[in-house]
C-alpha cells in the first residue's frame, strides 16, 4: 500500500529556477495539503486542496503555486526558486473534515543555490 | 507568532522511564490537538488525539493531557523505549477550518 508518495525525494537547484514537486495519494482522500519543515519552525502549511479542482493559501504561500487537477494528484510548483525555499517539503492526505489525522508522503529534501 | 508552541527542542529519558513532552497554544479556538511523531528521512506519523471536551485520552503506552485553562498539553509515555527515539510534533485546529498548525517539534532520545 503506497499511501502518499511525493517525488522527487531529494533536488538541488540554482536561484531563479523553476520546479514542480509531484504528491500522489491512492487513499481517495478528499483533502491534501503542502507543508514545509524548517529548523525550529515545525511544520508550516503552503497551500491546501480540499476537493479536485479546488486550492486555497495557507501560512506561507508566497512563491509557490498548486494545482489539483486530479483528484489523486497534488502538484507543488516554484516559479524562481529562492535560497529561502531550500526546505524539507511534505505532501500530506486525508478524508473530511481533516483534522482527524493525516496521511503524509516521506518528504522532498529541497536546496536552492 | 507561533500559535503553538514546543518550548523544549530536545529531550533525553531513560529506557523504561517516563517521557512527558509538553506543548502550550495561544488560540483559544484550537479545539482538537494531536501529536505526530517523525524519524528522520520519514514523514510525520499520526500518533494520538484529544478533543475539548475532553481531558486525557490513552493508547497504549500514550496518554495525552489537556488544560484548557491553561492552554497546555501534553504527551506521556510509559514505559519509554528506544524505538520511541523522533522528533514529537503537537498540533492543533478549530472547528472554522480544516488546517491543523503545527508547533516546531520536540526531539526525545530514549537511553537504553
Known amino acids: 500500500n503506497a499511501g502518499v508518495t511525493q517525488t522527487p525525494k531529494f533536488r538541488v537547484l540554482k536561484t531563479g529556477q523553476s520546479m514542480t514537486l509531484l504528491c500522489a495519494q491512492d487513499?481517495?482522500?478528499?483533502?491534501m495539503y503542502w507543508y514545509r519543515q524548517d529548523p525550529g519552525m515545525g511544520l508550516r502549511l503552503i497551500h491546501y486542496s480540499v476537493g479536485e479542482g479546488t486550492t486555497a493559501k495557507g501560512e506561507v504561500p508566497d512563491g509557490y503555486n498548486v494545482s489539483r487537477l486530479k483528484k489523486q494528484n497534488f502538484l507543488l510548483g516554484l516559479e524562481s526558486a529562492a535560497p529561502s525555499q531550500t526546505s524539507v517539503y511534505f505532501c500530506?492526505?486525508?478524508?473530511?473534515?481533516?483534522?482527524?489525522?493525516?496521511?503524509f508522503g516521506s518528504g522532498t529534501r529541497l536546496t536552492v543555490v | 507568532d507561533q500559535q503553538v508552541k514546543q518550548n523544549s527542542p530536545s529531550l533525553s529519558v531513560q529506557e523504561g522511564r517516563i517521557s512527558i513532552l509538553n506543548c502550550d497554544y495561544t488560540n483559544s479556538m484550537f479545539d482538537y490537538f494531536l501529536w505526530y511523531k517523525k524519524y528522520p528521512a520519514e514523514g510525520p506519523t499520526f500518533l494520538i488525539s484529544?478533543?475539548?471536551?475532553?481531558d486525557k485520552n490513552e493508547d497504549g503506552r500514550f496518554t495525552v493531557f489537556l488544560n484548557k485553562s491553561a492552554k497546555h498539553l501534553s504527551l506521556h509515555i510509559v514505559p519509554s523505549q528506544p524505538g520511541d527515539s523522533a522528533v514529537y510534533f503537537c498540533a492543533a485546529s478549530g472547528t472554522s477550518y480544516d488546517k491543523v498548525i503545527f508547533g516546531p517539534g520536540t526531539s526525545l532520545s530514549v537511553i537504553p
Open positions: 500530506a492526505s486525508s478524508t473530511p473534515p481533516g483534522r482527524y489525522g493525516y496521511t
Open positions: 484529544i478533543s475539548s471536551i475532553k
Open positions: 487513499m481517495n482522500h478528499e483533502y
